[in-house]
């Protein structure tokens, strides 16, 4: 579905990752860990079309789209949930949902999908008519998810969602991730919580200083020193 083949990443003379080479199949939840710094957040914004890269191809269903526009690549349903989330505070919960579907043209089914994402988070059809900043933060990271998911997503892309929430919340977001995957889309996850990389995903790629230095079936990769290190700094 998503090939990463040796890219590299520059930001001016300074190489942020080297040669990565990562695969997402169809239904997949795969997870990127690694310490501050090491380049996860690089690798999907390359994806995106938010960085170019310096070297090496991204293939999404057999076709090269770095290089694309961002809107073109969310067309074909690679949506990013960016680090820190990134809503507009001053717009309302349904305002903020809507953008995500600013794309698409057909209003069935984007009337059928806000369904589905009250669904998966009735607290944002509670909170509809509220500015999206006077949201909590576990509130904040459904309504970041909720966007990303109007767009259509066939792979959603996840960068630290858990960044500052809570255990609770924690697990709350575990449980949406699952959900999220049983309807079909595969997920990419940027993660350093131990917890909920185990929870959700079924293979795991570890990156240091810029290169992929592990990868495989995360309760096995849990054994290593490299990942620990990943995760404990």
């Known amino acids: 579905m998503l090939k990463l083949k040796k890219i590299s990443v520059h930001y001016g003379t300074a190489e942020a990752v080297r040669d990565i080479s990562i695969n997402v199949e169809e239904k997949d939840v795969i997870s990127v860990i690694g310490a501050n710094g090491a380049g996860k957040s690089t690798i999907l914004k390359a994806v995106s079309g938010l960085i170019p890269v310096s070297s090496g191809e991204i293939e999404f269903d057999g076709k090269r789209i770095d290089g694309l526009p961002v809107n073109k690549i969310v067309s074909l349903g690679l949506v990013q949930v960016p680090e820190g989330r990134k809503l507009f505070p001053y717009m309302n919960v349904m305002s903020n949902i809507k953008l ?134």
């Open 100 to 233: 995500g579907a600013y794309l698409r043209k057909d209003k069935a089914d984007i009337k059928s999908d806000l369904a589905k994402v009250f669904e998966l988070f009735p607290r944002l059809k509670e909170r509809r008519a509220q500015n999206a900043g006077s949201l909590s933060g576990g509130e904040q990271q459904m309504l970041a998810i909720a966007r990303a998911l109007m767009a259509k997503p066939r792979l959603l892309m996840m960068d630290e969602p858990s960044l500052g929430l809570a255990p609770i919340i924690i697990d709350n977001l575990s449980k949406a991730i699952k959900e999220i995957n049983r309807s079909g889309i595969s997920v990419l996850l940027v993660e350093q919580n131990a917890g909920l990389v185990m929870n959700v995903s079924e293979k795991c790629y570890v990156v240091e200083v810029g290169k992929v230095v592990l990868e495989g079936d995360m309760k096995d990769l849990m054994k290593n020193d490299s990942v620990k290190r990943a995760f404990l700094g």
